[in-house]
Every structure is written in C-alpha cells, then in structure tokens.
Nanobody
C-alpha cells in the first residue's frame, strides 16, 4: 500500500505561480513512477506531468510544457509540481498518483491516488 498526500494548492491570479507537493508513504519502492493529474468540473482527469524514479525521464501534457516542471526528492519521498505562468484554464483539482501500468499518460496506468488539492486561477 502507498499513501499520498497533496498540498500547496490555492487561489492565484493569472500569471502567478504555485508549487504543489505530494508526500508518499508506505511501500513507495514498489511504485517508482509518479504522476500529477488534474480534473476540472465536467472534464475527464488527464495527465499533467509524470516522472521516473531517477528523474531522468519526464512527461508533460502539451498544454503545460514550458510552464510546469515536475521534480522529486526521493530522500523525502516527495514529488513536486512547479507551476508558473498560470492561466485560468489551469483551474482544476490536482491529484498525484503512482504509476502501475505501462502507459505514462492515461489514468488507467496509475493505481494509488491522493485526495487532491484545488488550484484556482483567477483572470
């Protein structure tokens, strides 16, 4: 079992920045890959960014490339999502998850999920 707790969400103006954190506990070694997803009202949950155990491989949704950066600190069992140049369309609940399947991009490839943290970007 792996437990995930997200933090760092909030209300920010367009153009601002936020850093989300995802603290993992439990059998984290069994789930080396991690991802951040987001879900806006009435929309499907989609990948924002993902990262391998070493951090050597990262994956981003086209909509956030150049603005968001995923990173991790394995000594702290924590994954981060630095979000810059935020836009109103980034408003969503953000979830972190552990990768279990072969695909990096779909939520079906992830099994353990956090409770989510709300990010709201005002125009």
């Amino acid at each position: 079992q792996v437990q995930l707790v997200e933090s760092g969400g909030g209300l920010v103006q367009a153009g601002g920045s936020l850093r989300l954190s995802c603290a993992a506990s439990g059998r984290t070694f069994s789930r080396p890959g991690m991802g951040w997803f987001r879900q806006a009202p009435g929309k499907e949950r989609g990948l924002v960014a993902a990262i391998s155990w070493s951090g050597g491989s990262t994956y981003y949704a086209d909509s956030v490339k150049g603005r968001f950066t995923i990173s991790r600190d394995n000594a702290k069992n924590t994954v981060y999502l630095q979000m810059n140049s935020l836009k109103p369309e980034d408003t969503a609940v953000y979830y972190c998850a552990t990768k279990a399947g072969s695909s990096w991009y779909g939520p079906s490839g992830y099994d353990y999920w956090g409770q989510g943290t709300q990010v709201t970007v005002s125009s």
